[in-house]
């Protein structure tokens, strides 16, 4: 059965302004394998990756047959097969405060070809994908970034950062709990099912965790399974089971030899993935006390990890901060009535946004459980912000106060603070 985010048409509004270019803009048949080679290659490229081969790519268009591919066509180029400007988005579920999920779109896959930066594709690119979001009756669109300079524009901002954690294991003695239970080495194919039953434990309690399919090319990328990562075949993996010999966690990770010294090996962790407390601090002690290794590196972590205090040497592990998922607000009363607040109460908040999606004054009644109504007003706002500062306060991580400082928001902050802070701070564990 065909999905309507596959069948709806291309954006007509981005296509007739592409038109008026000479450029073609058009949904990509990911049943053709030819267009979709010339797709893939294309996103790539635009990425800056080696070329795959025949072989990977064709396993990965299995993985993306039910998402929806677009691309921008120059029939002048030397290649008019190939797109000069890409997108890959597809609907998923992000995690809200209080364990609520909202639908959203999300969006990846985004490039322009060297030969035709300046032009507006980009912008018309990512309004499109705006537009097709509402069309789809989707509150919330999301991505990850690889230039934090891009977004903004289209009103997405920062609602989930990531830590980069470096450790000296030499200096980080521990002094975490002890534990029950047994970690053991598995394979990528093990980890399969059991490892995506964990994901989908943890991901409902974590704001900023989006939804993937047990099958599709996210969570096989993560077990080196997809036939597309170049260091698959370094991955190692250990799993935590419990006293019973139940699963509760795992762990990814490649060791990196120091060819001048055998005994000072780098370990990248590429993910860590716990159920339980205890899974979570018997996967952190096996990993600091591996032999032969000096040093871990960690690229995406919460920034409420508890590990610094399980350790004896709270500098042993120095982090680095960055951005990681951006949100963008499209239909305001779908997405605050979809989460949970911290207190009960009522607050009008006037919304600008240029693109006109979730412009407007909207009240927030808050009842004593938790739970919100919003509805369109005319009244004089208690706080006035931006989309991008509406996105950022979404997931209850980042602070109205900090906002106002940054100058997208104005009003009653304290209030703001009250209602919207979420109790787990917001993190997405993968890219995409």
């Known amino acids: 059965m065909t999905a309507p985010h596959q069948t709806l048409p291309i954006d ?47 396993a990965i268009r299995q993985h993306v047959r039910n998402d929806r591919l677009t691309g921008v066509y120059d029939p002048t180029s030397a290649a008019p097969g190939q797109p000069v400007a890409t997108t890959h988005c597809w609907p998923a579920d992000l995690t809200l405060p209080g364990d609520r999920t909202i639908p959203g779109w999300a969006v990846s896959g985004v490039t322009v070809a060297q030969t035709h930066r300046r032009r507006g594709l980009a912008r018309a690119l ?24 891009i977004y903004g524009r289209f009103g997405y901002s920062p609602a989930a950062l990531g830590r980069i954690l470096t450790i000296d294991t030499r200096r980080a003695r521990w002094t975490g709990p002890e534990t029950t239970g047994r970690v053991q080495f598995v394979t990528g194919e093990q980890l399969r099912h059991d490892g995506f039953a964990i994901v989908e434990r943890v991901r409902p309690t974590v704001p900023g965790e989006v939804s993937c399919s047990g099958t599709g090319h996210l969570w096989l990328r993560r077990l080196g399974l997809s036939g597309r990562d170049d260091n698959a075949k370094n991955l190692r993996f250990v799993r935590h089971d419990d006293e019973h010999g139940a699963a509760q966690g795992f762990a990814s990770f490649q060791l990196v030899e120091n060819e001048a010294d055998y005994t000072q090996h780098e370990l990248k962790l590429h993910a860590l993935v716990a159920a339980t407390p205890e899974a979570y601090a018997a996967l952190w002690r096996f990993l600091l006390e591996m032999d032969l290794v000096v040093t871990i590196t960690a690229d995406l972590r919460p920034v409420d990890e508890p590990l610094r205090w399980m350790v004896d040497d709270f500098r042993a592990i120095h982090t680095d901060e960055r951005d990681h998922l951006w949100v963008r607000v499209l239909d305001v009363p779908a997405a605050l009535s979809a989460r949970t607040y911290a207190a009960s109460g009522r607050v009008v908040l006037r919304v600008d946004d240029l693109l006109g999606h979730a412009d407007g004054t909207w009240a927030l009644d808050v009842d004593a459980a938790g739970s919100a109504t919003v509805a369109a007003v005319d009244e004089p706002a208690d706080a006035s912000m931006t989309v991008n500062a509406l996105g950022s306060l979404l997931l209850g991580g980042v602070r109205a106060s900090l906002l106002v400082a940054a100058g997208s928001l104005r009003g009653d902050a304290e209030r703001l603070d009250g209602l919207f802070r979420s109790p787990v701070e917001p993190f997405l564990s993968t890219w995409f």
Do not use: C, K, N, Q
């Not at 509004?13 to 058009?26: D, H, I, K, Q």
């Not at 309004?127 to 509150?139: H, I």
């Open 126 to 149: 990512m309004e499109a994908e705006l537009r097709t979001a509402v069309a789809l009756g989707l509150p919330v669109a999301m991505l990850t970034v690889s230039e934090s300079t």
């Open 12 to 58: 007509e509004t981005s296509r007739a302004r592409l038109a008026s270019e000479g450029l073609t803009f058009r949904l990509v048949d990911t049943a053709d394998a030819a267009e979709h080679t010339a797709w893939s290659e294309a996103t790539t490229r635009g990425f800056y990756g080696p070329a795959e081969p025949a072989a990977d790519i064709e």
